[in-house]
């Protein structure tokens, strides 16, 4: 929708903009390209575009990064993605939703080794891993290291361990978020040897 | 079956000879024959054949409710009793379609009813039905015995409640995924006293309220029953007053299965599902406290099938326990929460598992907590997967190599990969190859979907390998016409071709015109067809209804021809134009 510029308000006398004064400019021109010059300032086309080829235009695919399971929500949703039933999808965003207005909190206690007491967390109020470690960090004043899924915490003498469901220790960032939130009953941030022993590849 | 009838035909070459076995004969012989396909095959051999056969014909399957008219179809199949109808196109799931579309199965019921038709049975998918419309049904047909509604609306439970109280004969009300208006509990009471006759109650998916005491007594009164899914109102403690009565339950849906493990209840529920030997179907847990399913346990070791789609709060340590019980399951329906992991102690215990679907979790956040991994585990851990759907993060052209090296026997694979346009996820590839494994060494299959990123050279593959294939679904993919003749040149058995954002234009459609009248329906939406290009098939072939769906309110748009069509549906009808279009539907 072009912007009207209004007599009115004279909005282009008070307008800063680049070129000599006097030119006037229209916003609309700079996204066709001309003929004989080639555009260098051509926005990044993201994968699917590229890939597409000769899409037609109806189609917006979602701008979603590669595959980091932190990365951000799709922002553009595609009418009709993923092919689930309504019935379905409708099915899952009402239980979603409970969930989120039932929650008050996933508290949780965190301890970290050699520290005189505990903290407690919400961890509702993170929204992936790299939320949390940082929130850790500050909070207990250290570094966590690299996370990779064959050696864990690397270049780091601490390691961010959790309790889950079943009495079991595990290290925090191997399954997807979702589940980590729904499983962990309590943080430890080991510290030293012990540390290493967890983060070894076996 | 069709060999048979060939070897008949050719063995009594002469009609005159045919009629050496009296009618009755034949129809008797004909009662074996039980296919919609086998019937259908029957009546193509001879004249008295397709006399004896449609005069004989108690069960029918219209494919496509716009195809013909239910007047034909009494006509053609006065012995008629039960009858299946399909009505809106498959992409009318995913919002696709229009809401005010069409697909009403009013005019059926009515047509039914005013030539007396005998109707026992009725089995609708994706059709609009009115409450009116179970009204009529219910009070029209003194022996109707099933009624079974799949991805349907437009009715309440005032409908329910009509059937319930008309049809004295129900043995099966059967409501799967409908979209219901719930005027709250009072249908469920409109049951008679006196109505023992049920075997299967279905109603999972209504949102409201049920009075427990009317369905505790309309189970106990109800000793034929062997198949009940619960909705959620339903809770835990009238699951174990339920199930005591029912200890013959073949298949069991759970509605809320929230509770104190500690509980008494809890120990009676035990003891109730112990008795419970026959179940070899579960669903449900539409909420559930997991740590309390181990009671389940005892029954894990006889399931064939098991439903937990709609179970979210199932997961990790919990599931996997569940499932190491299940060693037939030959079905299951699960979300992808499990994760790589869990399928593979799937593909570890499951081995006679036949039919796999994994459902995203969370649809809207456009991640899967699947991937490759573990479709290539199931793949070599249960050997008879004949049908596969599988919602995942990425996929690699390896795996589906690997898969199709290890499963040649499917018969539907649906694959989709939640970022449609996503290549190898190793070698950034298009996953032409993979897919074209699969066609290659599966020659059995019927039904395929595909995703990812993918050029024309997979529907050359196609075209090619999948000589079976009766269903195909593209999104996203293919370069140029190229790709869609591929597929029409080569499937000759397609019936179902459904095609959204690609770029296939008038070339590919006007390609063989005459392919359409031999399939069901042909679907192609945000693709480069044009209103000209439409126009051009729909004047050459009287016998399909091409509808053109613009919502963009363009009064000038029906002008002009050079302009992209938003969405087209074509299918084969012998009904001619159909009379209930909305304004947004033009039939060209």
Same mark, same amino acid.
């Given at each position: ?7 009115? &308000?004279?909005?282009? @006398?008070?307008?800063? +903009? ?38 037609? !235009?109806?189609? !917006? ?23 689930? +039933? ?31 007491? &505990? ?13 949390? &470690? ?19 915490? !690397? ?39 012990? @540390?290493?022993?967890?983060?070894? @590849?076996? | ?36 396909? /086998? =019937? ?43 009858? *299946? ?6 992409? *009318? ?11 009403? $199965? ?16 009725? =089995? #609708? ?22 009624? $079974? ?11 329910? *409640? ?80 339920? #199930? ?43 909420? $559930? ?42 079905? #299951? ?23 796999? =679907? ?17 479709? $290539? ?72 979907? #595909? ?43 397609? =019936? ?15 390609? /063989? ?46 002008? /002009? /021809? ?18 209930? *279009? ?7």
């Amino acid at each position: 929708m072009a912007f009207q510029r209004d007599g009115d &308000l004279n909005l282009e @006398a008070t307008e800063l +903009r680049l070129g000599p004064p006097g030119t006037t400019e229209e916003p609309e021109k700079q996204t066709h390209p001309t003929t004989t010059a080639k555009c260098n300032k051509r926005s990044l086309p993201d994968m699917n575009e590229e890939s597409a080829g000769s899409r037609t !235009n109806n189609s !917006n695919v979602s701008n979603e990064k590669k595959h980091d399971r932190t990365s951000p929500p799709t922002k553009a949703q595609v009418v009709g993605w993923p092919p689930i +039933r309504s019935y379905r999808k409708n099915c899952l965003q009402a239980k979603k939703m409970e969930a989120e207005a039932a929650g008050s909190g996933i508290y949780v206690k965190v301890s970290m080794d050699g520290a005189p007491y &505990l903290r407690k967390i919400d961890l509702k109020v993170y929204k992936d891993y790299p939320e949390l &470690l940082k929130a850790l960090e500050d909070m207990f004043k250290f570094k966590v290291g690299e996370y990779s899924e064959r050696e864990g915490y !690397n270049g780091s003498e601490f390691a961010p361990t959790y309790e889950d469901k079943d009495g079991d220790w595990m290290l925090v960032g191997d399954v997807p978020w979702d589940m980590f939130m729904n499983s962990c009953k309590r943080l430890r941030i080991m510290k030293g040897s012990e @540390a290493r022993g967890l983060s070894c @590849a076996v | 079956m069709v060999s048979l009838c060939s070897f008949i035909s050719y063995y009594w070459e002469e009609e005159k000879r045919m009629n050496y076995f009296p009618d009755e004969v034949l129809e008797h012989v004909f009662d074996f024959v039980t296919s919609s396909r /086998d =019937r259908n095959a029957l009546s193509q051999v001879c004249k008295s054949w397709y006399r004896i056969e449609s005069s004989s014909r108690q069960k029918v399957f219209i494919g496509n409710c716009y195809a013909i008219s239910p007047e034909r179809v009494i006509e053609r199949f006065p012995a008629l009793k039960s009858i *299946a109808l399909k009505g809106k196109p498959h992409f *009318a799931d995913f919002n696709l379609v229009p809401h005010e579309w069409g697909g009403f $199965v009013y005019p059926w019921i009515e047509a039914f009813a005013r030539n007396r038709v005998g109707l026992e049975e009725l =089995r #609708l998918k994706r059709m609009v039905v009115s409450d009116d419309s179970l009204e009529l049904l219910s009070r029209s047909f003194a022996n109707f015995k099933s009624l $079974v509604l799949v991805s349907c609306e437009g009715f309440t439970t005032d409908g329910l *409640a009509a059937i319930a109280a008309n049809c004295r004969c129900l043995r099966e009300l059967d409501l799967q995924e409908n979209e219901v208006e719930d005027h709250r509990g009072h249908w469920l009471s409109c049951f008679h006293d006196s109505h023992t006759s049920l075997v299967s109650l279905n109603f999972a998916c209504l949102k409201g309220d049920i009075n427990l005491g009317v369905l505790e007594r309309l189970v106990a009164r109800s000793p034929n029953l062997r198949s009940l899914r619960l909705n959620r109102a339903v809770p835990f403690d009238t699951l174990q007053k339920i #199930l005591m009565q029912s200890p013959n339950l073949v298949d069991l849906g759970v509605g809320s299965y929230v509770h104190d493990p500690d509980s008494e209840t809890y120990d009676k529920l035990v003891t109730a599902i112990e008795k419970c030997k026959s179940v070899r179907s579960l669903s449900g847990f539409l909420d $559930v406290a997991p740590h309390c399913l181990p009671a389940f346990h005892s029954i894990c070791p006889n399931l064939t099938s098991l439903n937990l789609s709609y179970a979210p709060g199932i997961q990790g340590g919990e599931l996997t326990k569940l499932i190491r019980h299940c060693r037939k399951l030959q079905r #299951l329906w699960i979300l992808d929460c499990i994760g790589d992991k869990g399928l593979e102690v799937v593909a570890s215990t499951c081995k006679d598992l036949q039919e796999l =679907r994994v459902f995203p979790s969370d649809p809207y956040i456009g991640h899967a907590a699947v991937t490759e991994e573990g479709l $290539v585990a199931i793949s070599s851990g249960c050997p008879k997967l004949h049908s596969i759907l599988y919602f995942c993060q990425q996929m690699t052209n390896a795996a589906l190599i690997t898969v199709a090296k290890n499963c040649p026997n499917f018969i539907r694979f649906r694959l989709c990969i939640l970022d449609p346009t996503k290549p190898d996820a190793v070698t950034q590839q298009p996953l032409d190859e993979g897919f074209g494994a699969i066609v290659h060494s599966c020659r059995g299959l019927r039904r395929l979907s #595909l995703t990812g990123l993918l050029t024309d050279q997979v529907f050359l593959y196609i075209g090619m390998y999948a000589e079976q294939l009766e269903m195909l679904s593209i999104a996203f993919a293919g370069d140029s016409d190229k790709g869609m003749q591929y597929v029409l040149n080569g499937c000759k058995r397609l =019936r179902k071709l459904e095609i959204r954002d690609s770029p296939f234009g008038n070339g590919a459609l006007l390609m /063989d015109v005459g392919k359409y009248e031999a399939m069901r329906s042909l679907w192609m939406s945000s693709c480069e067809v044009t209103l000209g290009g439409c126009k051009t098939l729909a004047k050459k072939m009287p016998r399909l209804n091409v509808e053109i769906m613009n919502e963009n309110e363009q009064t000038d748009f029906i002008f /002009d /021809d050079a302009q992209k069509v938003d969405k087209m549906y074509l299918y084969r009808t012998l009904a001619g134009q159909r009379k209930d *279009a909305p304004d947004f539907v033009w039939t060209l």
